[in-house]
């Protein structure tokens, strides 16, 4: 007899799938080996969110039994899997140490002050000076400093006496000696000696001679770390620390809209002109400053807002007919335009992606966008402007929740949540004043009669009353923890803690 | 007094019939033994279409963007090394779009009914090609045993009834065989169907020890304890999507900026 059993026994088809191919092979493997990850962090039976009662935080378990009986004065957002907490209330007073993921204490309160993990490592104040600390809450980084801020990019930012240095891990000092440094969401910081700035990264070397004045307006979130002037001259210095505009005498650089490289520039005489440049200095447009001012541009579109808002592509050319009117931002790739007072879309260059036949649009965000539909109620359509879900929301499907839902938009629209959140396949609603939930085909999961209402984690979910206390319901609606805590602090996304 | 005539069995013959009964004994065994195996095949395809569909094709994403990154950045700072990591990244992203989007993304839950559990035994009991008589036989049982492996992986319960029921109207036993060659022919079935026994059971062990089987026994533990170990490693998969379309975006506006 044969001795191949796989031969005989092996289908032609079907199981032989489980036979897995190098890549199917390999991204198993890979899950398995995230899932490891996931699965060190125990959420489950141990700790599932921490709950105040008379003013003290404990945790509880998913079952609603405590794990720590509530005694923390102060507990601050988990970060690395540890959160700093005090006994006290009085943060003025307080000592502090810091919990982990089961709401134990893992480092003695002793400090008196303790910041956020960053990058291993939590910055603390001891005996009034500041130093930084590991996840065993042994000294790192010995307390010399008057002040430390949190470790970035393998360094960070702390004060010595009246003079600001960079610090590396193992507490040297990396780069030179500054009268202050200002961190930024960029790459560079801002190094200041007397009036003048310059920029470094954050190794500390030298990216641009302190040598400038900078326009104080540093990472405003306008996509440069800063404007610089030096005369009557200005610039823009990147997130990265570079130079990469200069304007032209006369001109004030005014705005950046990085994601399209379109930096605005106004001229510095009154009733002067605009000017539109890209981020090498070439012209894309000039106006004649008017009372009809161009907004930021956001997917190449900017809204010029005046008497009827219009919208314009990166060339100052106009995008929308003379009979419609632009209304908002453009957003997501798409503006709204209006007409005879109904809505629709235009895309990047002009053309329409939905007719204008809405009663009422709000904007794309993620990619949906809710719209209100005559005699069909508020419904979502996708970027393609086709719909994604049932057009409008019934109670156990049978009746619509509002008889009119678009007498009054702000007070009657059905879904304050835009675009649609879900979590877990729920989405939070809000109806009437009153939370409930949807699942993703807009049925109601749970009825509209909480005061508060946020997202689901493993199965569970915080609602509030009308008195400010907070419970616990499950996905079949069904209260699982009676509201009875004054705050409730859930351990959304472990990853993130 | 009558006197009944009984033939005395010749050794021969009892120890055929013990062995007849030892092999009735090992197609039970070898029977569970491959249930056993075909259900676990089954479940595994089963799950692991699960995570292809919840996780793998956030795998695929993750890889695109990655892909796209690694293209970007031998843009802005061409170099042998940054071309041969791009093309790389590319060939990992275009392996695991496939390995994610392929058939066995397709496989839905299985759930064997104790009707389609019984089925199977049976026939694999009466059909196992072990228990052929001759080469031609065996290849038919080997035919008809694929198809009841298939009919058991969709659960289609009709599918196994009508391959025994073909099974049913084939000869079992060869006429005018010999004792001693029927001996022969069954100590070699037996022989031959605990070699499988044990082949299966090997089988079974690496099967276990395949990651995907490890990821299915770590996500059972984990819903032991109340968590969906998959919808998990989604939302983590999820944010590092997020953290490089960041990145992407960062790089795309490096790129315009040099003008490449």
Request: net charge negative.
């Amino acid at each position: 007899m044969a001795d191949n059993h796989d031969l005989l026994i092996l289908p032609e088809q079907g199981d032989s799938s489980i036979v897995l191919s190098e890549p199917r092979s390999n991204l198993a493997a890979r899950g398995r080996k995230d899932a490891s990850e996931i699965l060190k962090i125990d959420i489950g039976e141990r700790c599932f969110a921490g709950v105040m009662v008379k003013g003290k935080w404990g945790f509880i378990r998913k079952n609603g039994t405590f794990i720590v009986e509530p005694k923390y004065g102060i507990v601050e957002h988990f970060s690395s899997k540890l959160a700093a907490f005090s006994y006290s209330t009085d943060r003025n007073e307080a000592r502090w140490g810091y919990l982990d993921l089961s709401g134990c204490v893992s480092v003695p309160e002793q400090f008196e002050k303790a910041g956020e993990f960053c990058e291993g490592l939590a910055a603390v104040m001891y005996n009034g000076k500041h130093g930084y600390i590991r996840r065993d809450g042994t000294f790192a980084i010995e307390p010399r400093f008057e002040f430390a801020q949190p470790f970035r990019d393998g360094s960070a930012v702390v004060r010595i006496g009246s003079k600001a240095r960079l610090v590396d891990k193992l507490g040297k000092y990396v780069g030179g000696v500054f009268d202050a440094i200002h961190q930024s969401s960029g790459r560079a910081l801002e190094v200041r000696i007397g009036a003048k700035s310059g920029f470094v990264n954050r190794q500390g070397e030298l990216l641009i001679d302190p040598t400038y004045e900078v326009v104080r307006d540093v990472d405003g979130g306008y996509g440069w770390s800063a404007r610089v002037s030096w005369g009557d001259a200005m610039g823009l210095i990147s997130y990265d620390g570079n130079l990469i505009t200069i304007a032209e005498s006369g001109w004030i650089i005014t705005r950046y809209d990085e994601p399209d490289g379109v930096i605005h520039l106004c001229s510095r005489s009154l009733n002067g002109h605009e000017r539109f440049i890209d981020r090498d200095g070439k012209m894309l447009f000039e106006r004649k400053t008017t009372k009809r001012a161009v907004g930021s541009f956001n997917g190449g579109v900017a809204l010029v807002s005046c008497d009827f808002p219009y919208y314009i592509d990166k060339n100052g050319k106009r995008l929308t007919e003379d009979s419609s009117r632009a209304i908002g931002k453009f957003s997501g790739g798409r503006g709204i335009v209006e007409s005879g007072g109904r809505y629709g879309y235009i895309d990047a260059v002009g053309n329409h992606i939905t007719p204008v036949q809405y009663l009422d649009a709000n904007q794309f965000m993620d990619g949906y966008a809710q719209v209100l539909v005559e005699n069909d109620g508020w419904q979502w359509i996708d970027i393609n402007g086709d719909r994604v879900a049932e057009p409008h929301f019934k109670e156990n499907g049978n009746t619509p929740l509002r008889a009119k839902p678009f007498d009054d938009p702000w007070e009657t629209r059905p879904v304050r949540t835009i675009p649609p959140h879900f979590k877990e396949g729920f989405c939070s609603v809000l109806v009437n004043g009153k939370w409930g939930y949807v699942n993703t085909k807009c049925q109601v999961v749970v009825p509209p009669i909480y005061s508060h209402a946020r997202s689901f984690f493993n199965g569970i979910a915080a609602v509030g009353d009308e008195n400010g206390k907070w419970g616990f319901i499950d996905s079949a609606g069904e209260l699982v923890m009676s509201c009875q805590f004054d705050q409730v602090r859930t351990l959304e996304n472990p990853r993130s803690y | 007094m009558v006197l009944e005539i009984v033939r005395k069995q010749t050794p021969e013959e009892e120890e055929l019939l013990r062995k007849r009964e030892e092999l009735a004994s090992v197609r039970a065994a070898l029977a569970e033994r491959e249930l056993e195996l075909a259900d676990f095949r089954a479940q595994l395809k089963s799950f692991e279409g699960r995570y292809l569909r919840q996780v793998g094709v956030l795998y695929a994403e993750l890889d695109d963007w990655e892909a796209k990154i690694a293209e970007i950045e031998a843009s802005l700072k061409p170099s042998t090394t940054a071309s041969q990591r791009a093309q790389e990244t590319r060939k990992r992203a275009e392996e695991t779009h496939e390995a994610t989007h392929g058939e066995a993304s397709k496989a839905r839950d299985f759930q064997p009914s104790a009707d389609l559990k019984r089925l199977f035994r049976e026939a694999a009991k009466r059909i196992h090609p072990d228990f052929a008589k001759d080469e031609a036989d065996r290849e038919l049982r080997t035919r008809l045993m694929a198809q009841v492996n298939a009919a058991y992986s969709q659960g289609d319960a009709d599918a196994l009834q009508r391959i025994l029921d073909e099974f049913g109207n084939s000869p079992e036993s060869v006429q005018g065989e010999g004792v001693g060659a029927e001996l022969v022919r069954i100590i070699r079935q037996i022989h031959q169907a605990k070699k499988n026994i044990a082949a299966i059971e090997q089988e079974l062990s690496c099967l276990r020890a395949s990651e995907i089987a490890q990821l299915k026994q770590d996500a059972e533990t984990a819903e032991q304890d109340g968590r969906d170990l998959l919808a998990e490693l989604a939302a983590d998969v999820r944010e590092r999507i997020d953290g490089v379309k960041k990145k992407h975006k960062a790089l795309s506006a490096e790129l315009k900026t040099n003008g490449r």
